[in-house]
């Protein structure tokens, strides 16, 4: 079955604290893989991608992510966190499911930021 | 610059009636999508597209219908509105690379509808 677990529903670090936000998929290759995030009454913006090549990857606002093949995972992270990171985040999935190509995301993270 | 749109961004609506939320992109994508988003569920695909005159139901169709006549547009249908659709609705959209429906790119968000159906 196709699917992206994000196992922490809730995250809350102190400002300036580092962060890993966790994200596992269920596919048989290796799919395209996304970071999104959510402000409050927002869409979603993206943070970073990974399609192939180096497994560390870097994305906006400081955000860093690595793609592990043998565990399929794709965590998220984030030396120093600010205040304004506070926000819901969403892994995503691009593959093709059932026969055909779609993007599925992850239930999401919601991370507070304590001062 | 290029956007996605949609609209209404509040919309109440009685059980049964029929509601069209809309979507416009000008960013001439080929993929659109619209998803559901609920506490605990994150987004949920309801259909996409790779294209016009191109539809396909997502993981949770039941009680809507798109259609797509041109690239800009892909309104979303609740035929006979129910209390379990209330929800925040986006739509996205894509472009691709190497292939028709690769969703080997960023999609791009619209702000939501909020939809309550009582």
């Known amino acids: 079955a196709q699917s992206v677990t994000q196992p922490d529903i809730h995250i809350t670090v102190s400002e300036g604290a580092s962060l890993e936000l966790r994200c596992n998929y269920s596919y048989g290759a290796t799919p395209y893989l996304f970071w999104y995030v959510q402000s409050p009454g927002q869409g979603l913006q993206l943070l970073l991608k990974?399609?192939?090549?180096?497994?560390l990857v870097q994305g906006i606002k400081g955000f860093e992510a690595e793609f592990k093949r043998s565990q399929s995972s794709f965590n998220l992270r984030k030396p120093s966190v600010h205040w304004s990171d506070a926000a819901e985040y969403f892994c995503a999935v691009g593959a093709v499911f059932g026969g055909y190509n779609k993007l599925i995301f992850g239930a999401g993270t919601r991370l507070a930021v304590h001062p | 610059d290029a956007e996605i749109t949609q609209s209404p961004r509040h919309k109440i609506t009685e059980t049964g009636r029929q509601v069209t939320l809309a979507c416009h992109q000008t960013?001439?994508?080929?993929?659109m999508f619209w998803y559901r988003q609920d506490l605990g569920h994150g987004l949920r695909l309801i259909h996409y597209s790779y294209g016009v005159q191109d539809t396909n139901k997502g993981e949770v169709s039941d009680g809507y219908s798109v259609s797509r006549s041109n690239t800009e547009d892909l309104p979303l249908t609740l035929e006979s509105a129910a209390s379990s659709q209330t929800s925040v609705y986006f739509c996205a959209s894509s472009s691709e690379k190497g292939g028709r429906g690769r969703m080997n790119t960023e999609a791009f968000f619209g702000q939501g509808t909020r939809l309550t159906v009582v």
């Open positions: 990974y399609f192939s090549g180096d497994t």
């Open positions: 960013w001439n994508h080929n993929n």
